[in-house]
C-alpha cells in the first residue's frame, strides 16, 4: 500500500484584508482576507515551513526524495528543493527536484512520489508553495494568497492510502506568465473554464470513479482546485457532488494559492477524515489530475498537526496595501541611509550551511556547553577540537533582553532583535520577524522560523529568525 | 598579567582638532592639524620624530596614511586598528616602543573621517561571511542593557529612562564649555527624554554623534620628559584586553555590565597601583557610546558599587562638580567618535586638566586621570583602560 504518511500546512501571519485594495482602487472587492508572505518570506520559506509541520515528531531518516512543486520559485535557475532539504535536515543521499510551471504541477509531484516510493527508494516528501502576483487593481490581486503544504508518501504507516489516479494533459491556454512578466496573465475565463477546467477536471475524475467503480456519493470528500469559489461550487455541482461533500476552497480567508492551493485543501480535509474516507483530490492546469485516496485508522496515531486549523487564526490584519506592495518591491521606496548588505560568500555558505540552513551549532564532548555558531575552541573548559554537532532546532528558548529598533533597515519597521537562551545552553542573538513588538518581554518564549534575511546581488540569503509562539 | 610601565614614559606635547562635520578638510588635513599642534605644543620640529603609530579605524591602510601627508621619509610608521581602542591602540604602541629604548622620541597620532560616507552612523567594513549575523545595529546592542539593569536592579522604566537622559544632560552641559566639541550647547532634560526613539528605549540624544577628527601625542622615556617642558603628562597605566566572546555563547552574562570593562580596569589598576578608584581617580574620559554604556562603565570601572551606579548618576557624584567627574570634556555624547581618534581626545582632555588649561572646565588640581574605550558590543568588545597621572610616583 503507498500512499500519505503524513502531512503539514502553512500559512503566513500576514493578511490583507481585501477591502484595503477597494480603499486603493475604488472598485468592489471580493469579501476576506488575502495571506500575504511577510517580506522576509519566498516560497522557499513556506515550503520549509509547512515540510517542519509534515516531518514534526517523525523520523526524516529514510526520506529519500524531496519534490518542490511551485510557479514561482525564487531562482529561475539554482534549486530550491536543495535548499529545503538542507533547512528541514534531510540525509545528503535524497533524490532533489524542482517541479514547476504549472497550476497543477503539486499532484504531479505527489503521482512522480507515489511512483518513486514504489520502487522502494525510502518515503518521498512533496511541498508545495506558491507567491504569485497579480497586477495592482486586477482580480488575480484581490485573489491569490500565499501559502503552503507538504505530504510525506510513504509505504509504511500510510494515513490516506492511493487507490488510483487519472491524469489528462491538453494544452490548453488559461493563466500564463513568461520570463518577462511579473504579473500572471490570463485568457478571457469563459473559455478556459468551459473548455479547460470544467470538460478537462470532469473527464478525470469521471475516469477515476470509473476505475474504482465508484459514484459521486462514495466520496466523503471531493478537494477540488478552485479558481474562484463560484467556479468551484459550479462545477461540482456539476459533476454531481452535494455542497456538504466539498473541501471549503479557503478563498475567504487564505486566497487562491496556486499549486499549493489545492494540496492546502487536502490538508485541511485530513486534519478531520476518519478511518474509511474516500478523498478524491481533483487539480486543474493544463490538463488535470484526480487522485483517490481512502483514509486508514493510521490516521488516528497521526499526531496532530498545525496544518490549516493551526494557523488560519493566527493572523495579524493590519498591514496596508501600501506595505503588501513594499514587501513585493512593487513600489521604488527611499533607499536607507545605511550601508548596502553585502553579498554572501559564496565558500562560506557553502562550509556553514549545516550550521546557516539545518540550525546546527556544536556541543563541548567535555563540558556539554552547546555553541552557536559553531567553534573549535570551547568558550567553556577550552578544550581543543573536543566538539560534536548539535541541533538547536526544536529546542525550548526564551527571550533574555531584546530591543526594537528603529534604526536598522526593515521592510517591517521597526525591527525587534532579541537576545534569545536555549534550554540546555547556548545563546543566539536573532532578527525577530512576526512579530508585534507588546507582545513579547524578557522570558518571552519563542520559535524559529527559516526566512531570508537579506538579498544581495541576487543571493538569497536564508537563515532562522525567532518569533512569538503562533 | 601585566607588568605595566608606570612612570617609564610621558607625554610632553598634543594636539587635538575640533570635532564636527568637516566638509571642507580631508584625513589628511585633520591628521597634518593634530601633529602639527602636538609637534609646536612639545617645541619640537617634524624631524625629531623617530617613528610614528597612527590608529584609525576605516580612514585610510597602511603606514602610507600618515607617512604620505605629513612627508615622513623611510622612518617607521605603522597603522594599528582596534575597534573603538583604535587610538588608544596607536598610543599603547608608541609608548611601548619608547620604553623599550628602540626609539628616544615617538609620535601617537589618531584619525577618522567618518562624514564623507553620506550613511547614518558608523560603518564596519565587514569582512566576507556567510552572512548570518543579524543586521542589528550599534545603539540596539547597547539597548539590550536597559531592559536587563532594570529587572536585575528593580528600576522601573521611567527611572531607567530618566538616569539616561541624566547622563546626556551631564555630558552635553561639559560639552558646552569645550571649544573643540562638535556639540557645543546644553541639552534640557525634556529634549532628551522626548528625543525620537531609535533602538528602544534609546532616543536619539541617548547616541553619540557622527564626526570627524584627529588628536596626536609625543610620547618620550619619562627621564627625558623635563628636556622638553616643565609639566609633563606621566603614563601610569595601559591596558587592552579583548573577550572571549563568552557573553553571546553562553547564558551567565546578564547585560548589566561588560565582562572586558571590568578586566581592563583590574589590569590598569594593578599596574598603576589604584586600591580605591572612586577615591584615587580625578577624573575620567569613558567611551559613552551610548547612555546606557556610561551607566555601566561606573559600576565595571568601580567608581560605583554594582547596581548603584544609576543613583550616583541622579546625585550628580560624576558631574563636572561632583566626587569623581566623568567626561568633563563633554565625550563621546558632545564629541562625536571619529573611531580612531577619540581615545587621544580622551587623554587630551587628562593634559589639559593636569596643565591647568582646561580653562571653564578646569578642575581643582586633579592628579590621576582615566581613560577608556570599548569597541564592538556589550557582550564581546575590546576595552582599553588607562590611566595617566600629574606626577611621578
Known amino acids: 500500500m503507498t500512499g500519505i504518511v503524513s502531512f503539514g500546512a502553512y500559512i503566513p501571519f500576514n493578511r490583507l484584508p481585501r477591502n484595503k485594495l477597494e480603499d486603493a482602487f475604488g472598485n468592489p472587492t471580493a469579501p476576506g482576507n488575502k495571506a500575504v508572505a511577510n517580506y522576509d518570506e519566498d516560497s522557499i520559506t513556506m515550503a520549509v515551513a509547512a515540510s517542519l509541520d509534515c516531518t514534526a515528531g517523525l523520523d526524516t531518516g529514510d526520506v529519500k526524495a524531496l519534490y518542490f512543486a511551485t510557479t514561482s520559485n525564487p531562482y529561475m535557475e539554482k534549486s530550491a528543493s536543495a535548499t529545503i532539504s538542507e533547512a528541514i535536515d534531510l540525509c545528503d543521499s535524497v533524490r532533489t527536484l524542482d517541479f514547476s510551471g504549472s497550476l497543477r504541477v503539486a499532484s504531479g509531484a505527489m503521482l512522480a512520489a507515489l511512483d518513486a516510493v514504489k520502487t522502494d527508494i525510502g518515503s518521498a516528501l512533496v511541498t508545495a508553495s506558491d507567491c504569485r502576483l497579480g497586477a495592482a487593481g486586477g482580480q488575480w490581486e484581490q485573489f491569490f494568497g500565499d501559502g503552503s503544504a507538504a505530504f510525506l508518501l510513504g509505504k509504511e504507516n500510510v494515513i490516506a492510502a492511493c487507490d488510483g489516479s487519472h491524469s489528462i494533459s491538453a494544452d490548453i491556454v488559461s493563466l500564463w506568465r513568461g520570463g518577462e512578466d511579473q504579473f500572471v496573465r490570463s485568457w478571457e475565463e469563459r473559455f478556459y473554464i468551459t473548455k479547460g477546467y470544467n470538460a478537462l477536471v470532469t473527464a478525470a475524475v469521471n475516469e477515476v470513479l470509473k476505475k474504482a467503480d465508484l459514484k459521486p456519493a462514495d466520496i466523503s470528500k471531493l478537494i477540488l482546485y478552485a479558481p474562484s469559489p463560484r467556479y468551484h461550487a459550479s462545477l461540482a455541482r456539476s459533476m454531481g457532488f452535494e455542497p456538504g461533500q466539498v473541501q471549503d476552497c479557503l478563498f475567504n480567508s487564505i486566497g487562491n494559492t496556486g499549486s499549493a492551493s489545492a494540496p492546502m485543501m487536502l490538508a485541511a480535509s485530513l486534519e478531520t477524515a476518519k478511518p474509511g474516507d474516500k478523498l478524491l483530490f481533483a487539480t486543474f492546469g493544463e490538463g488535470a489530475d484526480a487522485i483517490l485516496f481512502t483514509v486508514t485508522e493510521n490516521i488516528e496515531k497521526l499526531p496532530k498537526r498545525k496544518a490549516i486549523s493551526g494557523h488560519i487564526e493566527s493572523k495579524l490584519e493590519t498591514m496596508t496595501y501600501e506595505k503588501y506592495l513594499n514587501w513585493r518591491s512593487l513600489i521604488s521606496m527611499e533607499p536607507p541611509r545605511r550601508p548596502a548588505m553585502q553579498q554572501p560568500s559564496a565558500p562560506a555558505l557553502y562550509r556553514n550551511r549545516k550550521q546557516k540552513l539545518s540550525f546546527y551549532g556544536s556541543r563541548c564532548l567535555a563540558c556539554k556547553t552547546p555553541h552557536f555558531p559553531r567553534q573549535r575552541i570551547c568558550v567553556h573548559c577550552r578544550s581543543k577540537d573536543q566538539m560534536e554537532d548539535y541541533s538547536f532546532l526544536g529546542k525550548k528558548a526564551k527571550i533574555k533582553t531584546f530591543t526594537v529598533d528603529h534604526l536598522t533597515y526593515s521592510k517591517d519597521p521597526p525591527m525587534t532583535f532579541a537576545v534569545v537562551d536555549f534550554e540546555g545552553g547556548g545563546r543566539v542573538i536573532f532578527e525577530m520577524t512576526d512579530c508585534v513588538p507588546d507582545s513579547i518581554d524578557i522570558g518571552t518564549e519563542v520559535d524559529f522560523t527559516f526566512r531570508k534575511l537579506f538579498e544581495a546581488g541576487g543571493i538569497k540569503n536564508y537563515f532562522w529568525k525567532a518569533m512569538p509562539k503562533r | ?393
Not at chain 2, 135 to 148: E, H, I, K, Q, R
Not at chain 2, 224 to 231: F, G, L, M, N, V
Request: aromatic share 8%; charged share 25%; net charge negative.
Open chain 2, 1 to 393: 598579567m601585566s607588568r605595566g610601565i608606570k612612570d617609564k614614559v610621558a607625554i610632553i606635547g598634543m594636539g587635538c582638532t575640533n570635532f564636527g562635520e568637516h566638509w571642507d578638510k580631508n584625513v589628511d588635513d585633520l591628521m597634518i592639524e593634530a601633529a602639527y599642534a602636538a609637534y609646536e605644543d612639545a617645541g619640537i620640529s617634524p624631524e625629531d620624530i623617530e617613528a610614528f603609530w597612527l590608529g584609525t579605524h576605516c580612514s585610510g591602510y597602511s603606514g602610507l596614511a600618515l607617512s604620505s601627508p605629513l612627508k615622513i621619509d623611510c622612518k617607521p610608521v605603522t597603522r594599528v586598528e582596534n575597534f573603538c581602542a583604535t587610538g588608544t591602540e596607536a598610543l599603547r604602541n608608541a609608548c611601548y616602543a619608547v620604553a623599550s629604548g628602540a626609539y628616544d622620541i615617538a609620535l601617537a597620532i589618531g584619525a577618522e573621517k567618518l562624514k564623507d560616507s553620506g550613511l547614518s552612523g558608523l560603518v564596519v567594513v565587514e569582512t566576507p561571511s556567510d552572512g548570518t549575523r543579524p543586521n542589528y545595529t550599534a545603539p540596539s546592542s547597547f539597548a539590550f542593557v536597559p531592559p536587563a539593569y532594570e529587572r536585575k536592579h528593580g528600576l522601573d522604566s521611567k527611572t531607567m529612562k530618566e538616569v539616561l537622559a541624566r547622563i546626556a544632560w551631564k555630558n552635553h552641559k561639559n560639552g558646552a564649555l569645550n571649544p573643540r566639541a562638535h556639540f557645543r550647547s546644553e541639552v534640557p532634560m525634556e529634549k532628551i527624554l522626548n528625543s525620537p526613539i531609535v533602538a528602544d528605549p534609546l532616543g536619539i540624544m541617548d547616541c553619540s554623534g557622527v564626526s570627524d577628527g584627529s588628536a596626536a601625542a609625543v610620547v618620550v622615556r619619562a627621564e627625558d620628559a623635563h628636556k622638553y617642558r616643565k609639566d609633563p603628562v606621566y603614563v601610569k597605566a595601559l591596558s587592552i584586553v579583548c573577550g572571549s566572546g563568552t557573553g553571546i555563547l553562553e547564558q551567565d552574562f546578564d547585560f548589566t555590565g561588560i565582562h572586558e570593562t571590568h578586566m581592563g580596569g583590574l589590569d590598569a589598576y594593578r599596574q598603576a597601583g589604584v586600591t580605591n578608584p572612586r577615591e584615587e581617580i580625578s577624573l575620567a574620559e569613558v567611551h559613552d557610546c551610548f547612555t546606557p554604556s556610561e551607566l555601566i562603565i561606573y559600576e565595571d570601572l568601580g567608581f560605583s558599587e554594582r547596581g548603584k551606579g544609576w543613583k550616583d548618576a541622579l546625585d550628580g557624584v560624576f558631574d563636572l562638580d561632583g566626587a569623581l567627574p566623568v567626561n568633563p570634556d563633554g565625550g563621546l555624547k558632545s564629541f562625536g567618535h571619529p573611531i580612531g581618534a577619540s581615545g587621544i581626545r580622551m587623554l587630551y582632555e587628562l593634559y589639559l586638566q593636569f596643565q591647568g588649561r582646561a580653562d571653564k572646565r578646569q578642575l581643582d588640581d586633579p592628579k590621576l586621570g582615566l581613560t577608556h574605550n570599548m569597541g564592538g558590543w556589550p557582550w564581546h568588545c575590546v576595552a582599553s583602560v588607562c590611566i595617566f597621572g600629574k606626577d611621578k610616583g
